[in-house]
């Protein structure tokens, strides 16, 4: 199980940086809105049929039990989720793909400190060093070319990103451990399932009675929107089985990788340039990666 987890990021952080991309450029045809629910449309029959697979692969006699705090859990998860991802798409509008999302991994030095002052968690000195050698990286990365392109505006959306996503990631665990009696794969798959089964509802209602458009713009790219879902479904099968593993700042820190990803999808595939800052945190996100890991 010692490595478990780290594949499990290492695979959430690939699928999350491609799912990123194929954000971005359906965010040029579909409103914040529509590139939000493409996240979920097409992951909640994939994760019904993971589901599904697991149990019948891997089958279990006990039966899962679900209580208020679990249902409390998953509601405000999926609602700072979609919050989130919102923020995530109006960041592609502010900076270049590789910032916004350098931004938004803010996420994992702000789940550390909410971790500590809110659920008592605990983090050893060598945790703490490379969660705060993270967060120096997200720093370099989020002032591009230098100050000169430094928005203030970006910094406040890439936190409120960073700090949603942080939310979403630590109550993901909090539900997660309310699934006592089942093995972590399966309490993974049910939070999994419960948490996008919750996202999609929504969204269908509000875009269903007020924006009908947007759905119509998502259908004429249903192509593009079923990569978004088959990534995101992916990456958060990833995430929420690690953090069912490990402690959320642990499992964000080591997923900083991500942004390695995402620079090398910047740069090949969108053909955007690099600032010499980006590349040292790039190699600096590499050392937290390790230091969490021998932590």
Same mark, same amino acid.
Not at 10 to 39: E, I
Not at 51 to 68: A, D, G, K, M, R
Not at 75 to 84: N, T, V, Y
């Given at each position: ?10 695979? %959430?952080? #690939?699928?999350? $940086?491609?799912?990123? /991309? +194929?954000?971005?450029?359906? &965010? ?6 529509? !590139?939000?629910? %493409?996240? #979920?449309?097409? $992951?909640?029959?994939? /994760? +019904?049929?993971?589901?599904? &697979? ?6 279990? !006699?006990?039966?899962?039990? #679900? ?24 960041? #592609? ?203």
């Amino acid at each position: 199980m010692g490595v478990t987890w780290i594949l499990f990021t290492l695979m %959430a952080a #690939f699928m999350q $940086a491609w799912r990123n /991309a +194929f954000q971005k450029q359906l &965010s040029t045809t579909v409103d914040v809105y529509g !590139v939000t629910l %493409a996240r #979920f449309i097409f $992951a909640l029959p994939l /994760a +019904f049929i993971y589901i599904v &697979s697991l149990y019948h692969f891997q089958p279990i !006699v006990e039966v899962v039990h #679900f209580n208020p705090r679990f249902a409390t859990y998953i509601f405000i998860a999926a609602i700072s989720q979609i919050a989130a991802t919102a923020l995530m798409v109006q960041l #592609f509008k502010q900076k270049n793909y590789a910032i916004g999302v350098g931004l938004a991994k803010s996420e994992a030095i702000l789940a550390a400190i909410v971790a500590v002052i809110f659920l008592s968690d605990h983090l050893s000195i060598l945790g703490w060093v490379g969660v705060v050698i993270g967060g120096f990286a997200v720093f370099l990365m989020s002032k591009g070319r230098g100050f000169s392109d430094f928005s203030l505006q970006t910094l406040c959306i890439g936190i409120g990103s960073g700090l949603c996503f942080a939310i979403t990631s630590l109550l993901v665990r909090e539900a997660s451990l309310e699934l006592t009696n089942l093995p972590f794969i399966h309490r993974a798959a049910w939070v999994l399932i419960c948490v996008i089964g919750t996202q999609c509802s929504l969204l269908l209602i509000y875009l269903g009675i007020f924006r009908r458009v947007t759905l119509w713009a998502m259908w004429q790219r249903v192509g593009l929107t079923f990569r978004v879902s088959l990534c995101s479904f992916l990456a958060s099968l990833g995430w929420f089985s690690a953090m069912s593993m490990q402690s959320v700042p642990i499992v964000k820190t080591l997923g900083q990788v991500e942004i390695i990803f995402s620079m090398l999808i910047s740069a090949f595939f969108f053909k955007e340039k690099l600032a010499r800052a980006e590349h040292l945190g790039i190699i600096l996100v590499v050392i937290a990666a390790f230091l969490v890991i021998w932590a």
